[in-house]
């Protein structure tokens, strides 16, 4: 059983549909990343989420720090192993996979998720920040298509189970 406490952070981050796939990937491994969100009816928005990324297994429940503002979020993940997270994972058919890189893009660290399955074609880029101001100065390169940061359709408890 994995005994690592709870961890809790603030996640500042702006969002992009991608215009291609980043020349930045090439030569790059991804990891593949299984997030099932909880529940899958009843609510509009599941904000609980189970991840698989390896070996790791984590509960995540992630929260705007301001309603309405989707670029900075609480986030509270508990470990799991993997019999937790298969026990929890049969309460919901809400299911994503993809790809996730983690590049430098322009000089900024960027993690860009390739989507599979029924999300296939999707590219999404989160450009993540250490301060706001960081956040406020940062200018998009010409990979960046549209800022998707606000826009509710792109979040994971939302874009689960669509295609």
Same mark, same amino acid.
């Given at each position: 059983m994995n005994?690592?406490?709870? %961890?809790?952070?603030?996640?500042?981050?702006?969002?992009?549909l991608a215009a291609k796939i980043p020349i930045e990937l090439t030569g790059s491994k991804p990891e593949r990343l299984i997030d099932i969100y909880v529940p899958d009816s009843g609510v509009d928005h599941a904000r609980l989420r189970l991840r698989k990324k390896g070996n790791v297994f984590q509960i995540t429940k992630k929260q705007p720090i301001n309603e309405g503002d989707a670029s900075a979020h609480n986030e509270m993940t508990i470990p799991l192993d993997e019999k937790e997270f298969e026990a929890l994972s049969t309460s919901s058919t809400k299911q994503i996979v993809k790809d996730r890189y983690n590049v430098v893009i322009n000089g900024s660290p960027a993690e860009v998720d390739v989507f599979l399955n029924d999300l296939a074609g999707l590219v999404? %880029?989160?450009?993540?920040?250490?301060?706001?101001?960081?956040?406020?100065?940062?200018?998009?390169?010409? %990979?960046?298509?549209?800022?998707?940061?606000?826009?509710?359709? %792109?979040?994971?408890?939302?874009l689960a189970g669509k295609t």
């Open positions: 005994t690592t406490s709870q %961890i809790s952070e603030v996640e500042l981050e702006l969002t992009y999404l %880029i989160d450009f993540e920040f250490a301060s706001e101001a960081d956040k406020q100065a940062f200018s998009p390169t010409d %990979i960046c298509l549209a800022d998707v940061t606000q826009e509710n359709f %792109i979040a994971g408890g939302l």
